[in-house]
């Protein structure tokens, strides 16, 4: 798996992806990269994206300040906000790109080491995860992490059958008191989506090209059904480019603001439509049997998560989509091969309503040009 920086904006996507690589199968092929060889550390991190290069890697805006674009009347608006300390950016150095790519959050694992995103935020040299990121800031409330290994499968893509698979997990090194990220910023837990309704709460960072705010941005809404696939959508103004990877938490709790994380944008297109309103619907993978599994391989620690498919500890949880068990596109949802800690939210006969006229079948549609429909 990678995260980079990508050169091109984009409505939902990550700026770099991988392509369509086609259907995954029933065993699809985990890609493990090291990104440290011993020589990136947390220290090398910091010393590297300092406050001024971080701010050269967030271009000046084109065109004017301000929203692009009018936002839908029928949906709600995301709002800036100061973030949580377990979802941030990354940043990474992948040819010639200027700015924070993409979004990602902590997730709860054995070692407490574990950040996840979209698959298709691919990875350059110099990559590291920022916490909370505040633009402009001379220092970073929760540190600069160096991430050291990204695990993702192959077959990822961002149309057919590998927008299923668009998720991936990265480890970060600890700090220079040998802290563990998840000890500093809490860690949400991930967890199997319960179903295709659920009521979330997104969280993450557009780009500075998109949206000169730089900050992040949250949104409190319903999931559906993305018809004629099996991935969630949302509504909500507000996730430009740069917010591929952004968590979905489901019982978000504001006192330790953490939640289960059953989604992330990510999936078809990159996580969302083509056109100039992209900001207005997201997508996400529905995490099942794929995701717990390439978790299980990520954390690669002595003790194992809690039942397969079930969830890690009290914090917020990510999961990825699963075929596990054939396409759960008739009658109830899909439980992903494993437990969840949302089962009453499995409501029967939802995804009818989730079928809307057909206009968010974008299945079809390929990427969106080098720009996430979240991503920067």
Known sequence: ?????????????????????????NHPTVTHESHHGGAWTNKDAKAFW??????????????????????SQHAPTAEHFDGIPSVGVLFSVDGDAREHHCTASVVHSPRGNLILTAGHCNAGAHAAFVPQYQSGEDSQPYGVWAIEDTYAYAD????????DLDFAFATVAPDDSGRRIED???????????????????????SVHSDPADRAVRCATTTQRLAGTRQLRMECNGFYGGTSGSPWLAGYDPRTRTGRVIGVIGGVNGGGPRGPH???????????????????????????PQAAGGTQGSGDAKSGDTKSGGDPQSSDDPQGGGGTQD????????????????????????????TDGQSG
């Open 1 to 25: 798996m990678a995260f980079g920086l990508a050169g091109t904006p984009v409505g939902h996507a990550a700026e770099t992806d991988p392509g369509n690589h086609g259907n995954h199968g």
């Open 50 to 71: 300092t406050p001024r290069r971080m701010a050269a890697a967030a271009p000046p805006v084109r065109g004017g300040a301000g929203q692009p674009d009018a936002t």
């Open 156 to 163: 990822r893509a961002t149309t057919g059958g590998g927008a």
């Open 184 to 206: 500093v910023t809490g860690a949400n837990t991930l967890t199997a989506t319960p179903g295709y309704r659920n009521q979330v709460n997104v969280i993450g960072y557009p």
């Open 278 to 304: 992209s900001d207005r619907t997201s997508y996400s993978p529905y995490f099942g049997k794929e995701i717990l599994s390439l978790y299980d391989r990520a954390a690669q620690a002595g003790e194992a």
């Open 343 to 370: 089962s009453q939210d499995n409501q029967s006969g939802q995804d009818s309503q989730d079928n809307q006229s057909g206009q968010d079948n974008q299945a079809g549609d390929g990427t969106q040009n080098g």
